[in-house]
């Protein structure tokens, strides 16, 4: 099963809004609602921010949000804040009992 | 508090083996399916295996299948790895990960380097 295609970095300044896009196929970003975002920053473990394409975990920011339109999801950072420098993965239910994630991007906070 | 504790993580020559351990506290254990993701270094993630509530579900990525075992012990909430046949592209940081397709808590990573 091929990685999602995210690209490999974004950036923004603080306040303004950055939107990271995750590619997929009919087969998985496109045929499920499981598609969830990942924050990661370094040495630290991966952090749900996202599930079911749109929905927020207890205790995570209003200023993530997530969408899908066809075969691409998407993640909006809003109100962009220091804090929010991190790699960010996307992931999707491929079928068949298989999980694929994106190859991450970079968010640099300028 | 959920917690999800990873260890077992060292050194290996190729085609040795390997036994990783993720100890769950903090949440009814015996509810969810659990999976392995790793990640190379410098690399992004990659989904390795999961096993549902009760262990009757397990499914692998074709990268390691034949290779690797999931296993659980829900009296001692625990989950475990066995990585035999270890090649250098298996050098990662292995995470334990809850949930179904949409990993919700995670531990802290346990480094398996595969060297000769």
């Known amino acids: 099963q091929s990685a999602l295609t995210q690209p490999p970095s974004a950036s923004g300044s603080p306040g303004q809004s950055v939107t990271i896009s995750c590619t997929g196929t009919?087969?998985?970003?496109?045929?499920?609602?499981?598609v969830s975002w990942y924050q990661e920053h370094p040495g630290k473990a991966p952090k749900l921010i996202i599930y079911e394409v749109s929905k927020r975990p207890s205790g995570v920011t209003a200023r993530f949000s997530g969408s899908k339109s066809g075969n691409t999801a998407s993640l909006t950072v809003s109100g962009l804040q220091a804090e929010d420098e991190a790699d960010y993965y996307c992931?999707?239910?491929?079928?068949?009992?298989?999980?694929?994630f994106g190859g991450g991007t970079k968010l640099t906070v300028l | 508090e959920v917690q999800l504790l990873d260890s077992g993580g060292g050194l290996v020559k190729p085609g040795g083996s390997l036994r990783l351990s993720c100890s769950a506290s903090g949440f009814t254990f015996t509810s969810y399916t659990m999976n392995w993701v790793r990640q190379a270094p410098g690399k992004g993630l990659e989904w390795v295996a999961s096993?549902?509530?009760?262990?009757?579900?397990?499914y692998y990525a074709d990268s390691v299948k034949g290779r690797f075992t999931i296993s659980r012990d829900n009296a001692n909430t625990s989950m475990f790895l066995q990585m035999n046949g270890l090649r250098a592209e298996d050098t990662a940081v292995y995470y334990c990960?809850?949930?179904?397709?949409?990993?919700?808590?995670w531990g802290q990573g346990s480094l398996v380097a595969v060297s000769s």
């Open positions: 990960a809850r949930g179904t397709w949409q990993l919700d808590y």
């Open positions: 009919s087969s998985d970003v496109g045929a499920y609602k499981y």
């Open positions: 992931s999707s239910y491929a079928g068949n009992n298989n999980l694929v």
């Open positions: 096993i549902s509530s009760r262990g009757s579900y397990i």
